[in-house]
Nanobody, 124 residues
Framework: HVQLVESGGGWVQAGGSLRLSCVASGYTHSNFCMGWFRQAPGKEREGVAAISYGGGIPYYADSVKGRFTISTDSAKNTVYLQIDSLKPEDTAVYYC??????????????????WGQGTQVTVS
């Protein structure tokens, strides 16, 4: 069983930065894919970024390229999402997820096996 626990959310002014963390426990593997998704009120959950647990080329949604950075620290079983130049439209609950492997269709919700409980990010 895999458990994912997010932290680092909060309230921030537009233009500010946050770093979200996701600690994974249970079975993990360097080939597994780790991703961040977000869901704003009244909207569908959308993919933000993904990367192989062991590192490698990251994937980003077009809407966050240049502002979001995903990274991993396998020694700490942790995946990070650095968010810079925050905008009000970034307000959402951010979720961490784990799937079998990263690929070009990483953003599809059905490709992910495990989800965290989410952390709220509010930008004003």
């Amino acid at each position: 069983h895999v458990q994912l626990v997010e932290s680092g959310g909060g309230w921030v002014q537009a233009g500010g930065s946050l770093r979200l963390s996701c600690v994974a426990s249970g079975y993990t593997h360097s080939n597994f894919c780790m991703g961040w998704f977000r869901q704003a009120p009244g909207k569908e959950r959308e993919g933000v970024a993904a990367i192989s647990y062991g590192g490698g080329i990251p994937y980003y949604a077009d809407s966050v390229k240049g502002r979001f950075t995903i990274s991993t620290d396998s020694a700490k079983n942790t995946v990070y999402l650095q968010i810079d130049s925050l905008k009000p439209e970034d307000t959402a609950v951010y979720y961490c997820a784990q799937g079998p492997a990263c690929g070009s269709r990483w953003y599809r919700l059905g490709n992910w096996d495990y989800w965290g409980q989410g952390t709220q990010v509010t930008v004003s």
